[in-house]
């Protein structure tokens, strides 16, 4: 079956860097995009950004372009997304989701119908 | 502050039909597709809709969803007691240049 499987949580100090990793089986992982979302204690989901591992280019909310990274590693079927300068209110949980549509071509940078296969969640703590 | 505004709160009684709304602007549902998504208490969110109106496979037809102009909206009808969750919407936003979501609708059974 489908399934993405993230890393274990993970306890932080402030100004210092957590990468969470996503890897994905049962389906033809390079065709399929792969986004980073995010949920604060009690908040709705926050998108960080995402990537469409054939074209390698990733996407990011404008709010974390200057702290975040995320790549994908087509021969292990896994995508990482590090985030780095932690602050306290970083502290969530932080969800890879598969896109729910292959993409249209191998030529697209990125593309976005919507999430139906999420990874368990990934919990990240902030605090000396 | 979501740019996708959202009712906080909808309710009904098993059986019954109940929608919940999502109004934006021309930069996000007025130009994109717009996702439904479910979530449980302590679980990943769950997609119902995607592209407007289309179900995942698994999701039952009890789920539907309609868009209009800078508004769409998901009706759940025959409702049942698992339904009670928070539904959220959500939409690419050209402008911000992001996928935003509304801030979240809890829909209690009664």
């Known amino acids: 079956q489908v399934r993405l499987v993230q890393s274990g949580a993970e306890v932080k100090p402030p100004a210092s860097s957590v990468t969470v990793s996503c890897k994905g089986s049962?389906?033809?992982?390079?065709?399929?995009?792969i986004n980073w979302v995010r949920q604060a204690p009690g908040q709705g989901p926050e998108w960080m950004g995402g990537?469409?591992?054939?074209?390698?280019?990733?996407r990011y909310a404008q709010k974390f372009q200057d702290r975040v990274t995320i790549n994908a590693d087509e021969s292990t079927s896994t995508v990482y997304m590090e985030l780095r300068s932690l602050k306290s209110d970083d502290t969530a949980i932080y969800y890879c989701?598969?896109?729910?549509?292959?993409?249209?071509?191998?030529?697209?940078?990125?593309?976005?119908?919507?999430?139906?296969?999420w990874g368990q969640g990934t919990t990240v703590i902030v605090s000396s | 502050q979501s740019v996708v505004t959202q009712p906080p709160s909808a309710s009904g009684t098993p059986g019954q039909r109940v929608t919940i709304s999502c109004s934006g602007s021309?930069?996000?549902?007025?130009?994109?597709?717009v996702n439904w998504y479910q979530q449980v208490t302590g679980t990943a969110p769950k997609l119902l809709i995607y592209?407007?109106?289309r179900r995942p496979s698994g999701v039952p037809d009890r789920f539907s969803a309609s868009k209009s102009g800078t508004s769409a909206s998901l009706a759940i009808s025959g409702l049942q007691s698992e339904d009670e969750a928070e539904y959220y919407c959500?939409?690419?936003?050209?402008?911000?240049?992001?996928?935003?979501f509304g801030g979240g609708t809890k829909l209690t059974v009664l």
């Open positions: 989701a598969r896109d729910v549509e292959a993409a249209p071509s191998s030529n697209v940078p990125f593309y976005y119908y919507g999430m139906d296969v």
């Open positions: 049962g389906y033809t992982f390079s065709w399929f995009a």
């Open positions: 990537i469409f591992p054939i074209s390698g280019t990733p």
């Open positions: 021309s930069s996000n549902i007025g130009s994109n597709s």
């Open positions: 592209s407007n109106t």
């Open positions: 959500a939409a690419w936003d050209d402008s911000l240049n992001v996928l935003v």
